[in-house]
């Protein structure tokens, strides 16, 4: 990996971009240490009023309802402060948005069930299901069959 730093004077704000061929799990690390991502790769959630830390790999899907994102692991139901689009970056290669309000972990997919309008996502032991919208159905196939080939 070549590191490289450039000092710019008349930037606005301090950035700092990340450029790679593909994601691999040393960039996914690396970026989400950049983002505040505890190590043990946690989220803040809330529920009736008390502040809960879930291991990433327990949520199925984050959703967007009434303008709150909701967070939901196999039978419960989480509030989370940050809009889709900044999980979006937070979150990393094994979520993926599917639909203008949803987002969905790769890795808890148990079933797809594709229609004409849309695709039905079902996960391991839960009755909840999503949809993923026409628009985003290749990528998912596409980041899919990428996840199963390793």
């Not at 690396?30 to 190590?39: N, P, V």
């Not at 949520?59 to 940050?82: G, M, N, P, R, S």
Request: proline letters at 1%.
């Amino acid at each position: 990996m070549k590191v490289k730093l450039e000092i710019d004077s008349d930037a606005a704000e301090d950035e700092l971009i990340i450029k790679a061929k593909n994601i691999s799990l040393e960039i996914e690390q690396l970026y989400k240490k950049l983002q505040g991502i505890e190590h043990n790769d946690q989220i803040e959630c809330f529920r009736n009023n008390v502040s809960y830390y879930l291991p990433l790999n327990e949520i199925l899907f984050f959703e967007t309802d009434a303008k709150q994102v909701i967070l939901h692991t196999q039978d419960k139901a989480y509030l989370v402060k940050h809009k889709l689009y900044e999980l979006e970056n937070i979150l990393g290669a094994g979520f993926m948005r599917i639909s203008k309000s949803t987002i969905i972990n790769l890795d808890q997919i148990y079933g797809l069930t594709r229609s004409i309008s849309d695709c039905k996502i079902q996960f391991h032991d839960t009755y909840k299901t999503v949809y993923a919208s026409r628009r985003y159905y290749k990528e998912l196939r596409t980041r899919l069959d990428e996840r199963r080939s390793l």
